[in-house]
């Protein structure tokens, strides 16, 4: 049947299982609109209030669903305000399909108003980019884009289509099956698995380290089953909570800069530390030269260009790690590690987490957070101490419940994110945690909630300074705090009202449950602003480029001042 390029793009979207998508609309994308309102029916489209926010509402889509997300911008600024929301869901390995329309093919290359070579600054940031000059190319070039994105390690796709494509007339062919692509299925013998098996069964304190490739893969089964095997502790990454559960006794927090000093100095005394779906990023792992200088390393991934990237490792698998812990589980006798997994209790009694529990802190407002949700609910956020105290203080047992920007650190990616997972399940708690300075970036977003009624909770830990900037002034440059103090006039409550949103503020402890139940409980997109100490830091830390065992708290910082 005949077809415009417009009406192939939507056709397109179709059959990929597309139904809802995020964008804003402009001159050189209008005819693809034009055709999404024929089939408005089919296709429910969200204009967000930025183009950022719409390519971030599409990574939370894609996040919590493990679904491609889609969004859409036009030419020039609209192209370019799409790039931070591509280039986090290219550092976290999210799967999204980016369409922009560019000036028509004669103005290409001449400076025209609005054009920009969008697939060529996209490039470093995207798996694949295409730009489409023959609408004959249009349909093949859309499922390549989705299949790319969507199979071996996920990730950003942009295609770009000049508005002439979106108006040629074509013959349209419906798919009839989804080819696979190179670089699929099994890519390790049994021989890798066996030699692995022996590795683990020559070791007498094995650890496990569960990143981000373990959600993705939907590993969550195999792991818990390949844990309970090995009697083995572990420890997680940002981006791999809830792969594993929090409540396991076997789960000992996350490693890194922020993370439990059981997890950091537990790895630092194992003889074999177990990477699965991991990349050995540097805050995880500290000094590379001095990370489980004790331990033999084996790294189970997907991307081979991960493998020996960042260490060095014994022996690896490259593989789905899902389909990687079938095999290994199903050759792997029972074991156990009694008086490992026995120091490891002893340490996780020795260095739990704690707060002042005394007055108003963020850790106090997540505690209570996890307990009204029952740790159900999809927990957004966006960067800094409160994204910390989010990992640390919310407990996750099950994968696709934290959705947050790991790799890129995007300050102002939580609120659209959270409105796209909102839209995924909206029958599901969706609560965002912001800083203050985080939510001015993309507050505009509140509209868009309003605008739809999509009840997201957005809890703003407001302590008037971009507080992980300051923990860093603070303890490594001599208190200069150069423009990180943000104390002025804007009432985050009235702005959020002023954007459609009920809004409550907390100054106090006994304010906290009340609250979040409110919120909870509204059935409208709802601000909570927590109005907490400027100068409330997170623990554990690990200083820049230092061994993850050097761990310090509150406490450790204290004595090592007065000993100065």
Same mark, same amino acid.
């Given at each position: 049947?005949?077809?415009?390029?417009?009406?192939?793009?939507? #056709?397109?979207?179709?059959?990929?299982?597309?139904?809802?998508?995020?964008?804003?609309?402009?001159?050189?994308?209008?005819?693809?609109?034009?055709?999404?309102?024929?089939?408005?029916?089919?296709?429910?489209?969200?204009?967000?209030?930025?183009?950022?926010?719409? #390519?971030?509402?599409?990574?939370?889509?894609?996040?919590?669903?493990?679904?491609?997300?889609?969004?859409?911008?036009?030419?020039?600024?609209?192209?370019?305000?799409?790039?931070?929301?591509?280039?986090?869901?290219?550092?976290?390995?999210?799967?999204?399909?980016?369409?922009?329309?560019?000036?028509?093919?004669?103005?290409?290359?001449?400076?025209?108003?609005?054009?920009?070579?969008?697939?060529?600054?996209?490039?470093?940031?995207?798996?694949?980019?295409?730009?489409?000059?023959?609408?004959?190319?249009?349909?093949?070039?859309?499922?390549?884009?989705?299949?790319?994105?969507?199979?071996?390690?996920?990730?950003?796709?942009?295609?770009?289509?000049?508005?002439?494509?979106?108006?040629?007339?074509?013959?349209?062919?419906?798919?009839?099956?989804?080819?696979?692509?190179?670089?699929?299925? *099994?890519?390790?013998?049994?021989?890798?698995?066996?030699?692995?098996?022996?590795?683990?069964?020559?070791?007498?304190?094995?650890?496990?380290?569960?990143?981000?490739?373990?959600?993705?893969?939907?590993?969550?089964?195999?792991?818990?089953?390949?844990?309970?095997?090995?009697?083995?502790?572990?420890?997680?990454?940002?981006?791999?909570?809830?792969?594993?559960?929090?409540?396991?006794?076997?789960?000992?927090?996350?490693?890194?800069?922020?993370?439990?000093?059981?997890?950091?100095?537990?790895?630092?005394?194992?003889?074999?530390?177990? #990477?699965?779906?991991?990349?050995?990023?540097?805050?995880?792992?500290?000094?590379?030269?001095?990370?489980?200088?004790? #331990?033999?390393?084996?790294?189970?991934?997907?991307?081979?260009?991960?493998?020996?990237?960042?260490?060095?490792?014994?022996?690896?698998?490259?593989?789905?790690?899902?389909?990687?812990?079938?095999?290994?589980?199903?050759?792997?006798?029972?074991?156990?590690?009694?008086?490992?997994?026995?120091?490891?209790?002893?340490?996780?009694?020795?260095?739990?987490?704690?707060?002042?529990?005394?007055?108003?802190?963020?850790?106090?407002?997540?505690?209570?957070?996890?307990?009204?949700?029952?740790?159900?609910?999809?927990?957004?956020?966006?960067?800094? +101490?409160?994204?910390?105290?989010?990992? +640390?203080?919310?407990?996750?047992?099950?994968?696709?419940?934290?959705?947050?920007?790991?790799?890129?650190?995007?300050?102002?990616?939580?609120?659209?994110?959270?409105?796209?997972?909102?839209?995924?399940?909206?029958?599901? +708690?969706?609560?965002?945690?912001?800083?203050?300075?985080?939510?001015?970036?993309?507050?505009?977003?509140?509209?868009?909630?309003?605008?739809?009624?999509?009840?997201?909770?957005?809890?703003?830990?407001?302590?008037?300074?971009?507080?992980?900037? *300051?923990?860093? +002034?603070?303890?490594?440059?001599?208190? *200069?705090?150069?423009?990180?103090?943000?104390?002025?006039?804007?009432?985050?409550?009235?702005?959020?009202?002023?954007?459609?949103?009920?809004?409550?503020?907390?100054?106090?402890?006994?304010?906290?449950?009340?609250?979040?139940?409110?919120?909870?409980?509204?059935?409208?997109?709802?601000?909570?602003?927590?109005?907490?100490?400027?100068?409330?830091?997170?623990?554990?830390?690990?200083?820049?480029?230092?061994?993850?065992?050097?761990?310090?708290?509150?406490?450790?910082?204290?004595?090592?001042?007065?000993?100065?």
């Amino acid at each position: 049947m005949k077809m415009t390029g417009a009406e192939i793009v939507v #056709a397109c979207l179709l059959e990929q299982g597309v139904d809802t998508i995020f964008g804003y609309p402009g001159g050189a994308i209008l005819n693809v609109y034009d055709a999404l309102y024929k089939h408005r029916d089919q296709i429910t489209h969200y204009l967000s209030s930025h183009e950022q926010g719409a #390519a971030h509402m599409a990574d939370g889509y894609a996040r919590a669903t493990g679904k491609v997300g889609v969004c859409l911008a036009t030419s020039g600024p609209g192209a370019t305000n799409l790039v931070t929301g591509i280039a986090t869901a290219y550092m976290d390995s999210v799967p999204l399909v980016a369409i922009t329309c560019n000036v028509t093919l004669p103005l290409l290359g001449k400076d025209s108003f609005q054009e920009v070579d969008i697939a060529g600054i996209s490039m470093p940031i995207t798996k694949h980019g295409y730009i489409v000059k023959n609408v004959d190319d249009l349909a093949s070039t859309i499922r390549k884009a989705f299949r790319i994105a969507s199979t071996g390690r996920p990730g950003p796709v942009l295609v770009d289509i000049p508005k002439d494509v979106t108006g040629a007339v074509t013959e349209y062919a419906p798919m009839t099956h989804n080819r696979r692509i190179l670089g699929e299925g *099994r890519r390790y013998s049994d021989e890798d698995i066996d030699r692995v098996i022996e590795m683990i069964k020559a070791s007498k304190r094995p650890y496990l380290y569960v990143g981000g490739g373990a959600v993705i893969s939907g590993a969550s089964e195999e792991l818990k089953k390949f844990v309970e095997r090995i009697d083995v502790p572990v420890c997680d990454t940002l981006m791999g909570k809830g792969a594993f559960d929090g409540h396991d006794p076997h789960y000992t927090g996350m490693i890194g800069m922020h993370g439990t000093k059981t997890s950091n100095l537990g790895v630092s005394k194992c003889d074999l530390l177990i #990477a699965m779906g991991a990349r050995f990023t540097d805050r995880v792992i500290g000094n590379p030269n001095k990370f489980a200088t004790g #331990a033999k390393i084996i790294h189970i991934d997907i991307d081979p260009a991960e493998i020996n990237k960042n260490i060095k490792v014994d022996d690896y698998i490259i593989g789905n790690l899902r389909e990687v812990l079938h095999d290994l589980n199903a050759k792997l006798e029972p074991m156990k590690h009694t008086e490992w997994m026995k120091q490891i209790g002893e340490m996780k009694v020795k260095y739990p987490l704690f707060y002042d529990k005394s007055r108003l802190t963020g850790p106090m407002v997540i505690e209570a957070l996890d307990k009204l949700t029952k740790g159900d609910a999809i927990i957004v956020t966006d960067v800094g +101490q409160h994204q910390m105290w989010a990992a +640390q203080y919310y407990i996750y047992s099950r994968p696709r419940t934290l959705l947050s920007s790991g790799g890129l650190g995007t300050m102002g990616y939580g609120l659209g994110a959270a409105i796209g997972a909102k839209i995924a399940f909206p029958k599901r +708690q969706v609560i965002n945690i912001a800083g203050d300075g985080c939510f001015r970036m993309n507050m505009n977003e509140l509209a868009t909630a309003s605008r739809y009624n999509v009840p997201v909770v957005e809890i703003i830990i407001d302590n008037r300074v971009l507080g992980m900037v *300051r923990q860093w +002034q603070t303890l490594y440059y001599g208190e *200069r705090y150069s423009a990180t103090v943000i104390e002025d006039k804007v009432d985050y409550c009235k702005v959020a009202e002023g954007l459609g949103c009920m809004a409550i503020r907390i100054t106090e402890p006994s304010e906290v449950e009340p609250a979040l139940k409110k919120a909870l409980s509204s059935g409208v997109p709802t601000v909570i602003d927590v109005v907490i100490e400027e100068d409330d830091k997170v623990f554990p830390m690990v200083s820049p480029g230092a061994p993850i065992e050097k761990a310090f708290d509150a406490s450790d910082l204290e004595a090592m001042n007065q000993n100065a």
